[in-house]
């Protein structure tokens, strides 16, 4: 198991529209499995003030007219290296500075719906900045703000990047996959879309 990231394009007027609607985030993150979003919509009411006194969130807007483009839903997998990543584009754990902190602070929350274990929505003019700002970095960056014991010490998730690089080539896995999401970044920005920022 794990805490794995997941990329997905989605239009600007989506984006809106999930917003509004926060069930639909399961058309996007979940196409072939229609019941997730039946089960979000008939969820009932979360939190504790809500039990105790019974009261009633105000309902979400249903949304009808939700469509898929053509190309909206690309997806790109980052696998476990997106805490590596986040540390290598800002040097911190939980911290940095916009746009290189996107992993784990960019784009607006989902509402109140329980999918995975955090979705967020980046518009395309955050794509945009996210885009300028990534495409200097290269490998010789990265290597030279890697720091495994460092890395170790501010608990970096998956936390082996003290393991021999002998048996494992921990850089390389961040390295491989930074690409791709680099790669991913360009090509939304280039179709003037927007990214959905998935942990499953």
Known sequence: MGMYLEL???????????????????????????????????????????KIFGRK???????????????????????K????????????????????????????????????????LMTSNEVQSLNAALQPIDEAFLKSRYNPSEMMRLEIYPEVWDRDPEDEDNFGYCLDYFNALKSFVAQTANRNMGIVIYFA
């Open 81 to 120: 290296a997106w805490h590596g990543i986040h540390y290598l584009l800002t040097k911190t754990a939980w911290e940095g500075e916009a746009p290189l902190d996107f992993i784990v602070r960019g784009g607006r929350e989902v509402g109140d719906i329980e999918v995975g274990y955090d979705v967020r």
């Open 8 to 50: 997905y394009t989605l239009s600007d007027e989506n984006i809106e529209k999930v917003l509004a609607d926060p069930p639909l985030i399961w058309k996007v993150v979940a196409p072939e499995n229609p019941e997730r979003y039946d089960e979000a919509r008939n969820e009932p009411p979360a939190g504790l003030l809500s």
């Open 57 to 79: 969130k105000a309902p979400a807007v249903h949304v009808t007219d939700f469509n898929l483009a053509e190309g909206e839903v690309a997806h790109e997998d980052v696998d």
